[in-house]
């Protein structure tokens, strides 16, 4: 699969390039709208980790995959709604999308009951947009210690760059956010930027169409 190997190609020489361990990121294959069989034939190639932003479509395609790959790790990158939590948690095992208090004390009280939760990253709308999710930046600092104090597994931060502005400038406020407040993980960079956000300390890259080719449009 050139796709896949070509981008870990990539990831391996950013991370030298920026003098960071080889392996130290952690390449999220963003699945979402894909045929099934480019998705098979990444998952042939060997890579377990996968990245969708829809619940529904993500359980109706990973339902049957999971009886014919073990070791995959889902990632949910997309929105979440509070009355999709408990399926969000039967499937994947981090949610990149908590972006509000209420959804916060949903996955709170659903944790409880379950006794378990998927890793989670807290979104922030470092470009302030108003039509893009994630708390804004300067109230993550709170919203952070909100969730801890629900006893949230809080790994890191998540964003997604206004497309029109420098990814690394955003990037760096992630990481800026994140390290005030004491966090170790940033989930950041996609297929046009992903460099960049190795650069700055991604741990989490979330690229598509780099490995599976283009999306046919929704
Ligand atoms: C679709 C998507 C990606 C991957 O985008 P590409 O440009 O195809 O790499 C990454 N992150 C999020 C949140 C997405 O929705």
Known sequence: MSGLADITARIHAAETKAGRSTGSTTLIAVSKV?????????????????GENRVQEATGRWTPLLEDYA???????????????????????WIHSVDRP?????????????????GLFVQVNTGNE????????????DFVAECRAMDLPVAGLMCIPPAEEEASLHFALLAKIAARNGLTGLSMGMSADFEKAIALGATHVRVGSAIFGARSPQ
């Open 130 to 141: 108003p039509q893009k999710a994630g708390i804004a930046p300067a109230e993550a600092d």
């Open 34 to 50: 894909q045929p099934e069989d480019r998705v098979r034939a990444v998952l042939d190639a060997g890579h377990r980790t996968y």
């Open 71 to 93: 070791g995959l790790d889902l990632h949910l990158i997309g929105p979440l709604q509070s009355n999709k939590v408990r399926q969000a948690f039967g499937l994947f095992q």
């Open 102 to 118: 209420k959804l916060a004390k949903a996955i709170a009280r659903i944790a409880q009951e379950e006794g378990t939760c998927p």
